[in-house]
């Protein structure tokens, strides 16, 4: 088949206008256009009053060969890439089993590719399984009620299961991890046109369905479970080498598992398993990450900002936005993991705290847009010194939080009209906050360093500039957003183990290696196969 690229055309373009305007590409007749599918379709709207549709499709045609010689100095024109996945190895007879710690989109697809290949992994996780974490999860949002090991963040389906479920990263991989990725998804019940979509997304409600449907996958290729099990301890010790090297694993109940390959799999909340590993002896480092507070909008008003009189086409759908802004005093404002549609959830895992994400059912329909605000923050500049410093400084603040929204789990929340002119709010306006179990109008200034209260008042005038109606003074924002990413990084090798712990393979958003669902699933693949081509060589 042959791969086209880059074909556009408008937004209200009729059915027959795609195969012509394939023949027309290729400069064939018609009939020597046999079949096609679209392989990849985006929308251009960065001139919004003329927004194109931008299509990849791979096609039969009649003598191929000679088409392609046609094209063969064409970027845009070439052979359909082959996407399919090949295990690199399979489990030798009698070979030990690898443990996965954590059961998120990481840990998910390690365990999987492992499955897969004959190594019958052993998966251990803190949290319960997903339906009643998410059980857990609504006693905060609805009652204010906290379960610090089954949470938004602790159990079955990772993080990633409260999210908008976004299925798409700024990863570069020849091999294609991403489309086995989202081939899974669809085989676990997926809508298929996340396989074309160039902005896929699930939402939590079929997110739920998917992670038991390949847990079911898992289980029935001799992959075990463990729920409700936390790891306290490493058992490690020093080779002939002078190598230290991972033989098991205690358990928080007191109980042994013996392990000399794991996958550390854990989350960017695991924040008790960091100190840990540290104490441990096991690499990490200090990491970047950034802190701001989530802002709301009506998605009425993101829609028209980016779509003009097009706002509300099915096609499009809900519309996102992507912001950035440098600011005097040397800080980078920017929008994160923004949710379209959707709501702001509380996404503490820990007692006394506050911290919130965004999240989106797959409909997007519900009435704001909110997207981390967020200012970007590094260790050497803001908490130089010790690996584990990240840490604190996100609980500071989010204490800090929590005591502002009522200390019952409450959120902060304030107008933007209010922040700009640097006095607290004592009620809000026109903009209705999502949070569960609800907002307290305060100062956020209170909640957040002086760096970043500066910052985001100098960006939200600009993001106003790019965006009408971003920086309208009933425009609420809520506190504090900490968990943009881990903090630390337990640094690995080129053989994707850590570098002073044979046998230790740190992976996903907590170990520093990813940011979403999609990069930290192909990183627990990339993971799986180191594991399984070091044990398939002894």
């Not at 690499?283 to 950034?290: D, I």
């Not at 939080?401 to 009522?406: K, L, P, R, T, W």
């Not at 026109?430 to 949070?435: G, I, L």
């Amino acid at each position: 088949m042959i791969r086209v690229t880059e074909l556009k055309l408008p937004l209200h373009h009729p059915d027959e206008a795609l195969p012509a305007a394939i023949c027309k590409r290729l400069r064939i007749g018609p009939r020597d256009l046999v079949r096609y599918a679209v392989a990849r379709r985006a929308h251009d709207a960065r001139d919004r009053t003329n927004i194109a549709l931008v299509y990849s499709v791979d096609v039969n045609v009649r003598n191929e060969g000679t088409v392609l010689a046609r094209f063969r100095k064409d970027r845009q024109i070439g052979t359909t890439p082959d996407t399919s996945y090949r295990p690199v190895a399979t489990a030798p007879e009698g070979s030990g089993r690898p443990v996965v710690i954590g059961a998120g989109p990481c840990g998910l697809f390690a365990a999987l590719i492992l499955a897969q290949s004959g190594f019958r992994p052993i998966i251990l996780d803190r949290g319960k399984v997903v339906r009643e974490r998410t059980k857990d999860t609504w006693g905060l949002w609805r009652r204010g009620v906290l379960n610090p090991e089954s949470n938004v963040q602790f159990g079955e389906g990772g993080a990633g299961t409260f999210s908008d479920g976004k299925l798409y990263s700024r990863i570069k991989d020849s091999r294609n991890l991403d489309r086995k990725v989202l081939t899974e998804f669809v085989k676990a019940g997926a809508p298929p046109e996340i396989l074309t979509e160039a902005h896929p997304h699930i939402g939590t409600f079929r997110l739920v369905k998917m992670v038991e449907t390949m847990r079911e996958t898992i289980e029935a290729l001799g992959g075990e479970y463990r729920f409700g099990t936390r790891v306290d301890g490493l058992h490690v010790e020093t080779d002939g080498a002078g190598q230290r090297c991972i033989r098991g694993l205690h358990l928080h109940d007191g109980g042994y598992l013996e392990a000399s390959h794991v996958v550390l799999a854990i989350g960017h909340s695991a924040r008790d398993t960091f100190a840990m590993l540290h104490a441990a002896g096991v690499h990490v480092e200090a990491k970047p990450f950034s802190i701001g507070v989530r802002i709301e909008h009506p998605q009425s008003w993101i829609d028209q900002a980016r779509f003009g009189a097009d706002a509300g086409h099915p096609i499009l759908g809900a519309a996102e936005y992507h912001i950035s802004h440098h600011c005097s005093n040397g800080r980078t404002v920017y929008s994160f993991c923004m949710c379209p549609g959707g709501t702001v959830v509380a996404a503490t895992s820990e007692e006394g705290r506050v911290a919130t994400n965004g999240m989106s059912q797959y409909s997007r329909n519900e009435r704001n847009a909110n997207s981390g605000f967020v200012v970007a923050i590094d260790p050497a500049r803001d908490y130089p010194g010790d690996p584990l410093a990240g840490l604190t400084l996100q609980r500071h603040w989010e204490q800090r939080a929590y005591v502002a929204g009522g200390s019952n789990y409450k959120a902060p929340a304030q107008r933007v009209g209010d922040f700009l002119a640097g006095r607290a709010s004592t009620t809000l306006g026109s903009v209705v906050p999502s949070y569960k179990p609800g907002v307290q109008p305060a100062d956020l200034s209170a909640c957040l360093p002086d760096f970043a209260v500066a910052a985001m008042r100098e960006a939200l005038p600009v993001f106003g500039r790019q965006i009408r109606g971003y920086d309208h003074p009933d425009v609420v924002m809520t506190g504090v957003e900490t968990r943009t990413s881990s903090p630390v990084r337990f640094t690995r090798g080129d053989d994707m183990q850590s570098l002073n712990t044979a046998g230790l393979y740190p992976a996903g958003e907590g170990a520093g290696y990813a940011g979403g669902i999609l990069s930290a699933a192909v990183d627990g693949i990339k993971v799986a196969e180191a594991v399984a081509l070091n044990i398939r060589a002894g």
